[in-house]
Nanobody
Framework: QVQLVESGGGLVQPGGSLRLSCAAS????????MGWYRQAPGKQRELVAG???????NYVDSVKGRFTISRDNAKKTVYLQMNSLKPEDTAVYYC?????????WGQGTQVTVSS
């Protein structure tokens, strides 16, 4: 079972930035498309961004131009650089396989955008 460990969340003011990291295990990371997802209180989990093994990326409209997903295959790590954060970005952020997640999730990392 691939393990997923998210980190880098925190409390930030509107307009601020955070960089999330996701360390994954497993032998096939370099050929696995990965994504970042988030779940806000009282809402369903949603896809935020995905990155293919080729490096091609996809973003949900609400984060385009503000968030950047990247990966380091040697470190088996996926990153999410989040700039110009808004209160509506507040959520627990998770990484997982993209676009079809594994049947389990890591612990996630909390991002709170508030003044």
């Amino acid at each position: 079972q691939v393990q997923l460990v998210e980190s880098g969340g925190g409390l930030v003011q509107p307009g601020g930035s955070l960089r999330l990291s996701c360390a994954a295990s497993g032998s096939f990371f370099s050929i696995t498309a990965m994504g970042w997802y988030r779940q806000a209180p009282g809402k369903q989990r949603e896809l935020v961004a995905g990155i293919f093994s080729s490096g091609n990326t996809n973003y949900v409209d609400s984060v385009k131009g503000r968030f950047t997903i990247s990966r380091d295959n040697a470190k088996k790590t996926v990153y999410l650089q989040m700039n110009s954060l808004k209160p509506e970005d507040t959520a627990v952020y998770y990484c997982n396989k993209y676009p079809f997640p594994y049947g389990y999730w890591g612990q996630g990392t909390q991002v709170t955008v508030s003044s």
